[in-house]
C-alpha cells in the first residue's frame, strides 16, 4: 500500500482516485473545487479543497510524507505547471503530472516533474493500432520502441511449438503468456503449442512485432 496525494478531481482525476481506491492505497484527494472534492470522498482517505498554486496550503499537506504525489489537472496547464514546480519545491519524493501536449511535457518535466502521463496521446496510439488490425486486442507502448501486445495466434503457428517457431532468435521477440478463453497461463516452455483458439501476449521492439505478425 502506498500513500498518494492525488490533486485535481476532474474526470480523468477521479477515475485515478477510483482506480487506487480499489487497489487499496491511501490517498489524499486536492481540488479547488468544492463539488468535484465531494465527488470523490468515496474513493478517498481524505480530501481537501484548496489551491494547489498556494506555498501556505501545499506547504500545510506534508507534501514530503507521500510515496507518489501526481498532477492529474487538465483544464488549467498554468496551475498544473505551479503546482508541479511547488511540489519539487518543497521535497516531493515522487511527481508525476498530467499534460496535454508535447510542449505541455517539456515544460513539466523542467520544472519539477519525475514522469509525465499523456492520456490523450497514449490512448490515441492504442486506439490506432486496435482498431486498424483484425488480430491485435490489446497494446501497452514501453520505454523506447518496445511494447506488448495481445495478438491472435497466427494460422500458420497452430500446431507447432515455441521451440519449431523460435521468434526470439528471429525477431527478438518474447512470448510472455498464451490466453485461451480468457485465462493466461505465463508458463511458456520451449514445448508449449499453439491452437486455433487463443490470443498470445508477446514482447519486443514494435517494428519486429510489425513485421513477425504482419500488422
Known amino acids: 500500500m502506498k500513500s498518494i496525494l492525488l490533486i485535481g478531481l476532474g474526470r480523468f482525476g477521479r477515475h485515478i482516485a477510483m482506480k487506487l481506491n480499489e487497489l487499496g492505497h ?55 505547471l505551479e503546482t508541479t514546480s511547488l511540489l519539487s519545491e518543497l521535497g516531493a519524493v515522487k511527481v508525476v503530472s498530467r ?58 503457428w497452430v500446431g507447432k511449438t515455441v521451440g519449431d517457431l523460435d521468434i526470439r532468435k528471429k525477431y527478438g521477440i518474447n512470448i510472455l503468456a498464451v490466453i485461451t478463453n480468457n485465462v493466461l497461463d505465463p508458463n511458456i516452455t520451449p514445448e508449449t503449442s499453439f491452437s486455433k483458439i487463443g490470443n498470445l501476449l508477446v514482447l519486443g521492439t514494435e517494428s519486429a512485432i510489425r513485421k513477425c505478425f504482419k500488422i
Not at 484548496?50 to 496547464?77: E, K, P, Q, W
Not at 519539477?112 to 488480430?135: C, F, M, N
Open 26 to 80: 491511501e490517498i489524499l484527494a486536492v481540488d479547488i473545487v468544492e463539488e468535484r472534492v465531494q465527488n470523490v470522498l468515496d474513493y478517498v482517505t481524505n480530501a481537501q479543497i484548496g489551491d494547489s498554486t498556494s506555498y501556505n496550503f501545499m506547504n500545510s499537506l506534508g507534501v514530503r510524507n507521500f510515496d507518489v504525489c501526481i498532477v492529474a489537472i487538465g483544464d488549467n496547464f498554468q496551475s498544473s
Open 99 to 156: 499534460a496535454a501536449s508535447d510542449v505541455h511535457e517539456k515544460f513539466l518535466l523542467k520544472n519539477g516533474a519525475d514522469e509525465v502521463i499523456y492520456p490523450e496521446k497514449q490512448l490515441a496510439s492504442w486506439t490506432a493500432i486496435r482498431y486498424s488490425s483484425d488480430h491485435v486486442f490489446d497494446y501497452i507502448d514501453l520505454e523506447g520502441d518496445y511494447a506488448i501486445f495481445e495478438i491472435s495466434v497466427p494460422e500458420k
